[in-house]
């Protein structure tokens, strides 16, 4: 499996996903719904064989390119998504998680990366794997729950009741929050391993930092002042616009040409 092969899964797995969710949405018998979990998994699957086949090919792992992270990031986030619509049947959900995984892997379609077979000493590390895996599925539950406190700061301005979603925020923040926590750890340690030191606030380790502060002052906030919700879901609104700062907009600074955290 190569990238040449990637526009066919592109649109395979597009296809499979917007041919499930339209299901959902117009058909009420539930021999239809398994027909759309049926095309909803193999979509995952779809994607799922392609970077797997890529990471066979390459000979090494499928982290180390932005390109390559996209891949995985769809792959999480439309499970993420597949698995809130059957835990609370949000079916808004399920469309912006599917919407943000064709999205990402038009963005590579339309941008196509490098993929060879090098990787420098510094990825051959234990540690690469697992804190690349577990901060991008931490980003893609972050993801989610921003776009539940933009759905809570609508409901404010039309004067509506925010409790149930304030509550799901929380608990895809935890999550989320979570797999920061664990990528900040798991980052150390392989600095510490690669470079001799744990941390040396390179631009990338300041910005992961940073947005691991502004969703633990969200926690925060939720805990102190539980009744002033209407800021707490702008903190969330807002913090994931410094998370996308530190995984893609970092890149185009100058401070960060440098960094050692720039691979491709």
């Known amino acids: 499996m190569t990238w040449l092969n990637y526009p066919f899964f592109v649109f395979l797995t597009s296809g499979l996903w917007i041919a499930g969710l339209l299901i959902l949405l117009f058909s009420k018998t539930s021999k239809f719904r398994i027909v759309s979990d049926i095309l909803l998994i193999c979509g995952v699957l779809s994607l799922l064989y ?12 499928t982290f180390r390119t932005l390109a390559e992270t996209r891949l995985w990031y769809a792959i999480f986030i439309s499970v993420i998504g597949i698995i809130l619509f059957y835990r609370w049947k949000l079916i808004w959900m399920l469309g912006y998680c599917l919407f943000m995984s064709i999205l990402f892997i038009f963005i590579n379609y339309l941008n196509p ?5 090098t990787l420098m000493p510094a990825l051959q590390s234990p540690w690469f794997i697992p804190h690349v895996i577990v901060y ?23 004067s509506k009741s925010v409790e149930k979603t304030i509550k799901l925020a929380d608990n895809i923040v935890y999550i989320g929050f979570s797999f920061l926590t664990f990528g900040l750890l798991f980052g150390a340690l392989w600095a510490k391993e690669a470079w001799g030191h744990y941390w040396t606030w390179d631009p990338k380790e300041t ?3 940073l947005t691991w502060m502004v969703y ?3 926690i925060h906030f939720r805990i102190s002042k539980k009744k002033n919700i209407r800021s707490s879901l702008w903190i969330l609104a807002i913090a994931f616009v ?6 893609f907009g970092i890149n185009y600074l100058p401070s960060t040409q440098t960094s050692v955290h720039i691979y491709s």
């Open 50 to 61: 392609f970077t797997v086949a890529l990471w066979i090919n390459l000979e090494r792992p």
């Open 113 to 117: 990366d490098t993929f060879d077979k």
């Open 136 to 158: 991008i599925i931490g980003y893609a539950f972050l993801a989610v729950s921003s776009l539940i406190g933009i759905k809570g700061l609508y409901l404010l301005s039309k």
């Open 207 to 209: 910005w992961s930092f």
């Open 216 to 218: 633990l002052l969200f």
């Open 242 to 247: 410094v998370l996308l700062i530190c995984w």
